[in-house]
Structure formats: C-alpha cells, structure tokens
C-alpha cells in the first residue's frame, strides 16, 4: 500500500512538472496505463465540470484539484464532457504587433515545399473574402508598390514616352492578327501558355516566348536602358 502511494505520487509529480511542455496525449499514454493498475483516484466530477465549462484549460484544473493532467483529460472523457479545442486562444485571437514581428522574423527565409504550396493553393482556392476583409487588404497595399517601390520599376519608363517600345509591341499584334506569328511555348519551362518578349525593342520581329512566371522573373533581374534590357546591378 505504501509503495502504491509512493508510485502515484511520483506520476503526480511528474504530470505537474510537465504542465508547461506542452506534452500531447500520448505522451501520457505510459502514465494512464500505470493509474489504471492502480487505485483509482477519485476527482470530484461536479466541480471539474464546473472548473472546464468556465474556461479552464486540463491543467489548470489539475492544478486547482490537485491531480494529474492525465487523470483530468480521463474524467472528462469517462462522463463524456465534451472537449474544446487544443489551442482556444488560436482562432480569433488579436496578434500584438510585437508578436506580428516575431511571426515575421520566424518565417523570413523559410522556403515551403511543392507539395505545402499545394496545399495553401487548395486551401486558398474559392475562398470568399468579407467586403471588410477587402477594404483592409486595399488599405494596407495602397502606396506599397508605387513609383521606385514597384520590383519592376524600370527608371520612370514608361509606354507612353517610349514610341519605340509601343511600335515593338504593335508589330507583334499586327503579326498575330495577320496569322503570320503563331504562340509558341515557354522556352524555359515548355507551357504553353506565354508572352512574346524583346530583348531590345529596335529589333521588333526577334522575340522569345516565355511564360508568365518566367516573363515577370526576367523583368524583375533586367533594367531598360535606351530599349535594350540589361542585367541589374545590386
């Protein structure tokens, strides 16, 4: 009998030592199987449901009634006391801007998978936005790519003030038009869906075929310089 005591207290010890780590249920899995080999230990149900329903988390209510958080997630699934979810602060919590930074600076660099953009794309896709949700997004991108902040700010270029730029480009719809140029694929990636593209806007027949992606990547490293593209400088 003292030894059985001796043992339930050191998986009370242990399960209190271990409330802030965060430990899943299966990390208990070891200690449950122990109390059951055990004497029950009596939780008076009332009071824990009273003590969960007003807000408290498992161990919390452990602390407050002196047991293990393995016994407490026990008793609620024994009387069948419905459970929240992991993490209650998580889902329509206010971010300080402080913890905004560190969200920030813990993502900066981190480069996601194929198969994670797959993902986001999925679960991004045919998600309608609140007229609310829209007008903060047009706020907050209002000035964010204006002028020398725009990645394809080109020196104040512009179509309007480049006649030769706009006779490249008018040569190439007349061309399509005319049946005589047909689209051809990315030649860097082979989709078939791509833009024709200058290298220098005095030769306006000779052009590349790239896809949008690679098209914007090639405008983002190339500056025009007397309607010729040339490399950037950093």
């Not at 149900?45 to 016994?71: F, P, Q, W």
């Not at 560190?102 to 480069?111: A, D, Q, S, Y």
């Not at 038009?177 to 806007?201: F, V």
Request: hydrophobic residues 30%; glycine residues 6%.
């Amino acid at each position: 009998m003292i030894m059985d005591l001796q043992i339930r207290m050191t998986v009370i010890a242990g399960c209190v030592r271990d409330f802030g780590r965060g430990l899943s249920h299966a990390n208990y899995h070891d200690i449950i199987l122990l109390e059951d080999s055990m004497e029950k230990i009596e939780v008076d149900i009332a009071k824990l449901k009273s003590l969960y329903e007003s807000g408290l988390t498992i161990i919390e209510c452990g602390i407050k009634m002196n047991v293990g958080r393995s016994v407490i997630w026990k008793r609620l699934h024994e009387n069948n006391i419905e459970l929240r979810p992991q993490y209650r602060w998580e889902k329509g919590a206010v971010k300080t801007e402080e913890h905004k930074r560190k969200i920030v600076i813990g993502l900066t660099g981190i480069k996601r998978s194929d198969e994670t953009k797959e993902k986001l794309r999925k679960a991004n896709t045919g998600k309608k936005l609140t007229e609310e949700h829209k007008q903060k997004i047009s706020e907050y991108m209002k000035g964010r790519y204006i002028g020398k902040k725009n990645p394809l700010w080109q020196g104040g270029v512009s179509l309007k003030y480049n006649p030769v730029r706009e006779k490249a480009h008018n040569t190439i719809r007349y061309l399509k038009r005319a049946g005589r140029l047909i689209n051809q694929p990315c030649e860097i990636c082979g989709k078939l869906r791509a833009d024709a593209h200058h290298d220098d806007y005095t030769k306006p027949k000779e052009i590349r075929w790239l896809c949008p992606k690679h098209h914007r990547d090639f405008h983002m490293a190339h500056k025009l310089e007397n309607n010729k593209y040339v490399k950037k400088e950093y």
